[in-house]
């Protein structure tokens, strides 16, 4: 495996169960030990406290005391940052408030619902405003005001230079938060690249007031034209012609409504790539 992120991005890492990807969060912080090659976090060899330090890592299978209460944890956990003893509280505080917790610093974690627990692992994570953060499944108990929290969290430590590594099967979660994506598959990287290119297409779809296919000969010298019900799907067409399809329509006597770039889903895509991966390995 060869992988690079750079500062301030927000990487989603995906693949099937048992591709490597929990393996390599805990490669990266020291919970697990390469058997070969080496790799650096934040200028540090894998598993050195000074890169420790400035990372906030929420791993998906998690458990807090549940005798301690919320504002317990988070101090225990300043703490164990280093922070200095006056900074310990005002810090428990910030991140608890970043969560949408501080009002319930005094109830026992034994008391709260999986999606609260979810919340105060990634209250843990933010402690002393890490560098990296690597989030392992962190919305998978939580509800969507939960789920949109997150992604406000992650809006904003992108904007404040953290670079994410957000591990996930919530492909939606992907889609609305990360910049590029790394497919990994059997422990090897089979796809990198910025999502924004993974999930355009040159397919145009028209809406029309009217049904569609009675128009598809309008189109005829422009490309191989679809209908489903009062939609027009025109395939492999350059931007530069969408005008061109707007006024053949309209002087067909067809009344247009809306005319929208095709899109992949990000999981026709992922599948598209772990089929492709399998007949590389085949072959």
């Known amino acids: 495996m060869s992988l690079s992120v750079g500062p301030g991005e927000v990487v989603g890492l995906l693949g099937p169960n048992g591709a490597g990807k929990t393996t390599l969060v805990k490669l990266l912080v020291g919970l697990a030990r390469p058997d070969s090659g080496e790799g650096l976090v934040l200028g540090a060899p894998l598993g050195d406290p000074r890169a420790r330090r400035e990372v906030g890592y929420l791993p998906e299978m998690f458990r807090y005391q549940p005798w301690l209460t919320a504002g317990e944890v988070l101090r225990l956990h300043t703490q164990l940052s280093g922070l200095p003893k006056p900074e310990r509280g005002r810090e428990a505080h910030r991140v608890l408030a970043l969560v949408g917790l501080a009002e319930r610093a005094g109830d026992r974690v034994g008391s709260f619902s999986k999606g609260m627990q979810q919340r105060l692992g990634l209250a843990v994570a933010l402690v002393g405003s890490p560098r990296l953060l690597l989030l392992d ?147």
Do not use: M, Y
């Open 137 to 283: 499944e962190p919305t998978s108990a939580l509800d969507p005001t939960g789920r949109a929290d997150v992604r406000r969290l992650v809006e904003e430590c992108k904007a404040a230079g953290t670079t994410v590594l957000l591990n996930s099967h919530l492909l939606s979660e992907v889609e609305r938060s990360c910049d590029r994506v790394v497919v990994l598959q059997r422990g090897r990287v089979i796809a990198d690249g910025p999502l924004g290119s993974w999930l355009g297409s040159d397919t145009v779809r028209v809406v029309l007031e009217q049904r569609a296919k009675p128009f598809i000969a309008a189109l005829s010298v422009i490309g191989q034209a679809v209908a489903h019900g009062h939609e027009l799907i025109v395939p492999s067409l350059e931007v530069s012609l969408v005008p061109e399809v707007v006024n053949r329509l309209v002087a067909a006597g067809a009344r247009v409504v809306s005319v929208e770039p095709g899109r992949v889903s990000l999981e026709d895509k992922l599948l598209e790539l772990l089929a492709r991966g399998e007949e590389e390995e085949r072959e």
